[in-house]
């Protein structure tokens, strides 16, 4: 593929206006599968539509657009309800899991799922998840998981690195005076009620690819009525990280990738071996 | 998919038995068809929670043991959501803690029915108010006996489901401690409207899909309107108010005081009442039955004859503000209530007798200072 | 050099987009690059060159949603873009003709 890659004097740019004429299959559509419109307010670069892309892509995936029911909490990603062409019932800062799992009690062959994000799961929710999980209901949580509380501007949360710049660690979180980060994923594969749990990061398209299995899994697990699944997406923020949105996928890969770590982490009940960098 | 029928799948009980409030309550809820409940335990509203995780699972519903009372109102607001008849409770304290939901849930305009087995009477602002943010109110009902509780847990599952409008039944330790001889029979209040704003999955990737929420957001378009979605829950609550008042009058016609109180204590007024008047002395009561909304007409009706107005409320005064406010400085209110309680702080405090409301209320009669404050 | 075959184009609604350039890194054969046109909104628009494998990573990774994806079959030649340039005259080009698919 080198020789693509040189003089741009030797390139033809092609037209993308139209679809090609001709043989031609589209192998992909503008939108993500069960969605009313594509337009939305979201920064330029963020993360959280991309995995959405994933959520209803995986959802459709296994035909059960009308058999499902979404759980969303309150940040940036509340304003991607009106794209979602799925039941949804919009919960308080938190409480998600609990109105999923009064959802999912009373309609318990519909798929369940929480859509949340880092503030809203880790910081004002924290209990709700963990005692969902250690009840082993079976929904599913999606945390979307950036490191700042982006809807109020990029403010510190329970996850946020250490070193991390917000509007209120504006030199970077010190474990001294701000405490350590909170590793959620791990914290509630602990629990006996959690049979899938896993960390995804959409900063490239490998990684989205990664995150879309992860769903198909966790999804799968709740519809066998296997207990509590989990999802944490890595997703974004670089308005949040007062970075240029070209700079977004590096930081969240080596940033916040380097504590969150990517990787499925419990299956089926069993916590799955890994690595565990030094220096953390 | 539709909603399953609410039908109880066994006969509620048709023959008198001695019941406790907590567990007349729970029958009735059930006959009601509530199928969902989740509670955290705390004094006196425990053995609700207790008596519902025996029943609901007989009855093919669920019950949770919650976590905490954040828990409790999330898990009824999911479970409410999709269309099934479900309630929570707590004490006051628990209630505290579950307000900011409760303020959601009445702008998400999902029907609920909240339980307070209260420590007194001093969650009256807390109920009345609409005791977490913004602006609303829910409708609360005040059963005087196990009897009446019997009849407004099932009124209030009908009100909250008619209005699409949270319920709250103020209820206290002795309500729910208290054994009374009741008959559970399903009460039918009429035709409700199918419930097609529950969500149930069903609408997903038909572009009608729905979106239970509490801002107003609609799917498809990126801005809300909060004017015109506070005009409508606005509009809603003034209908409410027009037609949901409920109270009982005795002995006003030829009263020169009437006494104002709700709940249990009412009925501790009743009987210094029948004493008064076998003193000669012309004392009515007015018992509000709905707290919110506040029988207002109704009390200015009743007052007409009378000379004074004697609050009686087991507080430091928090009803006596929409006494004065529904006689709009017609008549001169006294209180002759006052906080009291007991050693543990459960509300059984001396103010429940008879003898020493009558007392209290003669002083009032006959012009005399009645002590304010503690009822000890 | 011999031109490859074809495998794959892109169209994308530039009206939505809104200039992150993730899609630039993140496309395997590196065809896109970012122009200089801009939409209406002022935001600056990516390119698609010749080499498309139509694998959809930019679709993956685009958080607008503005990648619609082909896969050629046959002798299938993109089209030019009417108003592709080199690198040198990008300055004067007109603002991009929005597009939806």
């Known amino acids: 593929m080198s020789d693509l890659t040189s003089s741009d004097e030797r390139l033809r740019v092609i037209s993308t206006d139209a679809p090609p004429g001709g043989q031609s299959r589209k192998t992909g559509d503008f939108e993500p599968a069960l969605t009313l419109m594509g337009e939305?307010?979201?920064?330029?670069?963020?993360?959280?539509?991309?995995?959405?892309?994933?959520?209803?892509?995986?959802?459709?995936?296994?035909?059960?657009?009308?058999?499902?029911?979404?759980?969303?909490?309150?940040?940036?990603?509340?304003?991607?309800?009106?794209?979602?062409?799925?039941?949804?019932?919009?919960?308080?800062?938190?409480?998600?899991?609990?109105?999923?799992?009064?959802?999912?009690?009373?309609?318990?062959?519909?798929?369940?799922?929480t859509l949340q994000g880092d503030g809203d799961m880790v910081n004002e929710g924290l209990q709700e998840v963990i005692h969902t999980a250690a009840r082993g209901e079976s929904v599913t949580c999606i945390l979307l998981n950036n490191g700042v509380f982006g809807e109020t501007g990029g403010h510190m949360t329970a996850t946020t690195v250490l070193g991390q710049r917000t509007k209120n660690t504006i030199d970077g979180r010190d474990a001294k005076r701000d405490g350590y980060p909170i590793l959620i994923s791990e914290m509630l594969a602990q629990l006996q009620g959690t049979t899938y749990v896993a960390r995804g990061s959409v900063h490239d398209a490998k990684g989205v690819a990664r995150v879309r299995r992860f769903l198909d899994r966790a999804f799968s697990s709740q519809m066998k009525g296997q207990g509590f699944s989990f999802v944490e997406i890595l997703t974004m923020c670089p308005t949040g990280w007062f970075l240029p949105t070209a700079k977004g996928p590096e930081y969240l890969d080596e940033q916040l990738g380097a504590v969150h770590e990517v990787g499925e982490i419990k299956k089926?009940?069993?916590?799955?071996?890994?690595?565990?960098?030094p220096g953390r | 998919m539709t909603i399953p029928t609410t039908e109880p799948t066994t006969e509620p009980t048709t023959e008198r038995r001695l019941m406790e409030g907590s567990e007349a309550i729970v029958e009735s809820a059930i006959a009601a068809g509530c199928r969902f409940f989740t509670g955290y335990p705390m004094t006196p509203f425990t053995e609700v929670l207790e008596h519902f995780a025996r029943r609901l699972p007989e009855e093919g519903g669920a019950c949770i043991n919650a976590e905490s009372e954040l828990e409790a109102i999330g898990q009824a607001w999911g479970a409410a959501a999709t269309g099934f008849r479900a309630a929570t409770g707590s004490t006051g304290q628990g209630l505290a803690l579950m307000q900011e939901s409760m303020s959601e849930i009445t702008r998400a305009e999902i029907p609920i029915v909240i339980f307070n087995m209260s420590r007194g009477q001093s969650d009256y602002y807390q109920a009345t108010r609409g005791g977490g943010h913004g602006d609303y109110r829910h409708i609360v009902l005040a059963p005087q006996s196990v009897g009446e509780a019997v009849e407004l847990v099932q009124l209030a599952f009908h009100l909250a489901d008619s209005w699409r409008h949270p319920v709250l039944i103020y209820g206290d330790y002795l309500l729910a401690h208290t054994c009374e001889?009741?008959?559970?029979?399903?009460?039918?209040?009429?035709?409700?409207?199918?419930?097609?704003?529950?969500?149930?999955?069903?609408?997903?990737?038909?572009?009608?899909?729905?979106?239970?929420?509490?801002?107003?957001m609609t799917k498809g378009s990126k801005g809300i309107d909060p004017n015109g979605f506070w005009q409508a829950l606005w509009e809603k609550e003034q209908r409410i108010e027009a037609a949901e008042q409920r109270f009982e009058v005795e002995d006003a016609d030829d009263a020169e005081v009437l006494i104002v109180a709700f709940g249990t204590l009412a009925r501790f007024a009743r009987a210094a009442i029948q004493d008064l008047r076998a003193e000669g002395l012309r004392v009515g009561l007015f018992r509000p039955i709905s707290?919110?909304?506040?029988?207002?007409?109704?009390?200015?009706?009743?007052?007409?004859?009378?000379?004074?107005?004697?609050?009686?409320?087991?507080?430091?005064?928090?009803?006596?503000?929409?006494?004065?406010?529904?006689?709009?400085?017609?008549?001169?209110?006294?209180?002759?209530?006052?906080?009291?309680?007991?050693?543990?702080?459960?509300?059984?405090?001396?103010?429940?007798?008879?003898?020493?409301?009558?007392?209290?209320?003669?002083?009032a009669y006959h012009g005399r200072p009645v002590s304010q404050g503690v009822v000890a | 050099?011999?031109?490859?075959?074809?495998?794959?184009?892109?169209?994308?609604?530039?009206?939505?987009?809104?200039?992150?350039?993730?899609?630039?890194?993140?496309?395997?054969?590196?065809?896109?690059?970012?122009?200089?046109?801009?939409?209406?909104?002022?935001?600056?628009?990516?390119?698609?060159?010749?080499?498309?494998?139509?694998?959809?990573?930019?679709?993956?990774?685009?958080?607008?949603?503005?990648?619609?994806?082909?896969?050629?079959?046959?002798?299938?030649?993109?089209?030019?873009?009417?108003?592709?340039?080199?690198?040198a005259d990008t300055r004067e080009l007109p603002v991009a003709q929005e597009t939806r698919g």
């Open chain 2, 291 to 363: 707290l919110w909304p506040f029988p207002s007409e109704a009390l200015a009706r009743a007052a007409k004859g009378c000379r004074l107005v004697a609050c009686l409320e087991q507080n430091s005064g928090q009803m006596i503000d929409d006494v004065r406010l529904a006689l709009n400085g017609s008549h001169p209110v006294v209180a002759i209530g006052g906080i009291s309680t007991d050693a543990a702080g459960f509300g059984i405090g001396a103010l429940l007798d008879s003898e020493r409301i009558a007392s209290r209320a003669r002083d």
């Open chain 2, 181 to 216: 001889s009741v008959a559970i029979e399903r009460r039918d209040y009429g035709a409700l409207p199918a419930k097609d704003w529950a969500v149930d999955g069903s609408l997903g990737g038909t572009g009608r899909s729905r979106n239970l929420n509490p801002i107003g």
């Open chain 1, 268 to 277: 089926d009940g069993i916590l799955i071996e890994r690595k565990v960098s």
């Open chain 1, 40 to 113: 939305h307010d979201l920064c330029p670069g963020c993360g959280e539509p991309v995995a959405l892309r994933q959520i209803l892509d995986s959802i459709d995936g296994m035909n059960l657009g009308q058999k499902t029911i979404g759980v969303v909490g309150i940040g940036c990603y509340t304003a991607l309800t009106s794209l979602m062409d799925i039941d949804l019932i919009q919960a308080l800062h938190g409480r998600a899991p609990s109105v999923a799992t009064g959802a999912k009690r009373m309609r318990p062959d519909c798929l369940v799922f």
């Open chain 3, 1 to 87: 050099m011999s031109r490859p075959q074809p495998k794959g184009t892109v169209v994308i609604d530039t009206a939505r987009c809104k200039g992150c350039e993730l899609c630039i890194p993140a496309c395997p054969p590196s065809v896109l690059r970012m122009s200089t046109r801009r939409n209406a909104s002022g935001y600056l628009l990516p390119e698609l060159l010749e080499g498309c494998t139509g694998c959809g990573a930019c679709l993956l990774i685009c958080p607008d949603y503005c990648f619609e994806v082909y896969r050629l079959d046959g002798d299938q030649q993109p089209a030019r873009a009417a108003n592709a340039g080199t690198v």
